[in-house]
Every structure is written in C-alpha cells, then in structure tokens.
C-alpha cells in the first residue's frame, strides 16, 4: 500500500481526457492505497483570483471530483488552505530552497515569459509549496503528468536536503506513480492533438447536450476514404479512439466497417458519437449541479478531509519542529 498524494488545480472544469485519464486512475488508486487528494487553492493564489472566484472555483472543481468518482470515505478530500499547516512547512522548506535553484525551473520561466508583470515570489517558490504538499504526508508516490515531473523532482530535493541537513532519515523522497499503458490518452476534436484547456478543445462533463452535439458536428474530420480499406486519417481516428471509450464495441466496429468499404458519413458517425457522450456525461452532470448546490455536503465532506488531513499534518510539524529545534522549555 502506497501513501500517495495529488493536489488538484482549484481551477477549470473536467473534460473527458481528465476524467478517462488520470481520474479514471485516481479513482482506481483510492481502492488500494492510502490516498490525500487536495485541491491547491493556496497556489491558485499567484494568479491573484478574487476572493468570490476563488471560493467559486474550489466549490466548482470539489463538486466535479466528487461527482466523478472521487469518494471521501476511501481517500482523504481536502482544502489545501483548510490544513494550514502546509503554509508552515512550506516556510520551513523556504530557507533551504535557493533562489538560483527555483529560478531555473521551466514552469517558473514559462510563466515570466507569459506573464513578465506578475513575478511573484510565490510563483518562484511554487515548487517549494509543492514539495510541503507532498512531504506533509510522507508521499510514497505522486501521480504526475509531464508538466510536473519537475517540481516532483524539486520535491525530492528538498526532501532529501532536510534529512541531510539534520541528519535524520525523516522524509521519504516520493516516486512518480506510473499508470503506464493504463493512461488513456483523450484527443481533442481539432484534427490532432490531445484534449486540453489549454488547447481550447476540451469536451467537458459540465457541458449540456446542446453544447455537446454542436462541439461534436463541429469535429474535423477529412474529405473520406476513396480507395477500400485505406489507412484512417488522424482526425477520423480521433473519433474513433473517443467513440472506443464511450460507444460500445459494435458501433464502433460499425463505423470502421464503414470506413473500409468507404460507405461512410461522418454526419453519422458524429451524431452517434455524441449521443453516447451524452449517455456518459449525463448523469456525470446532474450529480455535479446536485453536489454543487447541496452546501450541506459538501461541508460535511471538507470537514471530514480537514480532519484528517491535519491530523497527519499536525504530527509531520511537530516531528520537524523538534528536529529544526524549536523545543518547548
Ligand atoms: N502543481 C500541480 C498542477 O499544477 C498541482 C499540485 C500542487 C500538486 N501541489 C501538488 C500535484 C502536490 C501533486 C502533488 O497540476
């Protein structure tokens, strides 16, 4: 049994590749493990949100993860500013965290580049917030995509550089958790590439059904198969790997048959398409907008995630005060 621990953006909505990836895992994972899920509403911070958006967006996205699968009995759920804690380690891990180090980080380039008005010092030491989340719970393992593989290894890092300072074997230094083959990859709509935020492309489980069957008739695809059995384009086959995950095997082997004997209409294909997305996302959706406005509940559920968050919290700060040496007189 892994100890594994995600922070979850506190910003944006799922769309079907977050949801048959890596939630499909996270879900799978809170079986097996010991799992901390949380959603980073203290580093949602360095893009200055309003105090409504941010409130909104926590209250958005614990609805979605909730209504998606993720359930607070079996992983702990929580706020990351509800276990404040986490801003005392991060102030800890801050004096052994160079400058030089942090500078050198491409997330933190990317974002100067994107945004040379708003170098913060929170954007800076944004891998060091990260490494707290992490080492809070002595993480054996962190589910990562390519863009946080970094940061994880920052988190190492600093692990690794506290044990050494003091020489203690205190903090355990997580490894990425690998879905390998497991990892659905979802594409977007746009003829090539994957489904993303960024990519303006996403297909998300808040989307009603008129919004879906207009993102999906709008799908590209290419001018068809002239010649039996010609390879599929890159844009058709995007359909296809999507229809693989939401229609049953035989329409979409029907389609495909169709593909190869150059019978087919993509006017069909997409609208049986969006159909069964519908199927899928449906009662996804009504158990968002239920989650979403039941307070009670979701109330009940942060409670229930604080609770036990700080408790291993709390018992990480106390070790590592002792150790540091702030010691009661
Ligand atoms: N940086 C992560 C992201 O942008 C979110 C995150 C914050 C996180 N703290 C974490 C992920 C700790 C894993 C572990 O997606």
Do not use: W
């Given at each position: 049994m892994e100890r594994v621990v995600s922070g979850i953006r506190s910003t944006g909505n799922l769309h079907l590749g977050n949801y048959f990836g890596a939630l499909k895992n996270f879900i799978k994972m809170q079986d097996e493990n010991e799992c901390f899920f949380f959603i980073a509403d203290y580093h949602s911070l360095t893009t200055h949100p309003t105090p409504e958006n941010l409130h909104g967006n926590v209250r958005q996205v614990l609805a979605e993860y909730l209504a998606a699968g993720i359930d607070p009995e079996k992983a702990t759920i929580y706020v990351q500013s509800d276990v404040p804690e986490v801003a005392e380690l991060y102030l800890l891990l801050n004096m052994n965290a160079y400058v030089g180090e942090?500078?050198?980080?491409?997330?933190?380039?990317?974002?100067?580049?994107?945004?040379?008005?708003?170098?913060?010092?929170?954007?800076?030491?944004?891998?060091?917030?990260?490494?707290?989340?992490?080492?809070?719970?002595?993480?054996?393992?962190?589910?990562?995509?390519?863009?946080?593989?970094?940061?994880?290894?920052m988190a190492r890092k600093f692990a690794r550089r506290f044990n050494n300072m003091y020489n203690v074997e205190y903090f355990n230094e997580p490894e990425p958790f690998n879905f390998g083959e497991s990892l659905i990859k979802i594409p977007g709509l746009d003829g090539s590439g994957k489904m993303g935020k960024s990519e303006g492309n996403g297909i998300y489980l808040i989307d009603d059904p008129k919004v879906l069957r207009k993102?999906?008739?709008?799908?590209?695809?290419?001018?068809?198969?002239?010649?039996?059995?010609?390879?599929?384009?890159?844009?058709?086959?995007?359909?296809?790997?999507?229809?693989?995950?939401?229609?049953?095997?035989?329409?979409?082997?029907?389609?495909?048959?169709?593909?190869?004997?150059?019978?087919?209409?993509?006017?069909?294909?997409?609208k049986q398409l969006a159909e069964d997305i519908i199927k899928v996302t449906t009662p996804i959706r009504e158990r968002i907008l239920d989650i979403a406005a039941d307070t009670e509940y979701l109330r009940k559920v942060v409670k229930l995630g604080e609770d036990k968050a700080r408790e291993s919290a709390a018992k990480t700060i106390k070790e590592v005060r002792e150790i540091i040496g702030f010691k009661p007189f």
């Open positions: 942090l500078e050198r980080t491409t997330s933190f380039k990317d974002k100067v580049r994107k945004n040379p008005n708003n170098v913060n010092a929170g954007l800076l030491t944004y891998p060091v917030l990260m490494a707290a989340d992490i080492i809070m719970h002595n993480a054996t393992k962190v589910p990562v995509g390519k863009d946080q593989e970094q940061n994880l290894e993102k999906v008739m709008k799908a590209v695809t290419d001018s068809g198969p002239t010649e039996p059995n010609s390879p599929v384009t890159e844009s058709v086959q995007n359909l296809f790997t999507i229809m693989d995950v939401v229609s049953t095997p035989d329409t979409l082997q029907y389609f495909k048959d169709k593909y190869a004997s150059c019978e087919i209409r993509y006017g069909d294909l997409k």
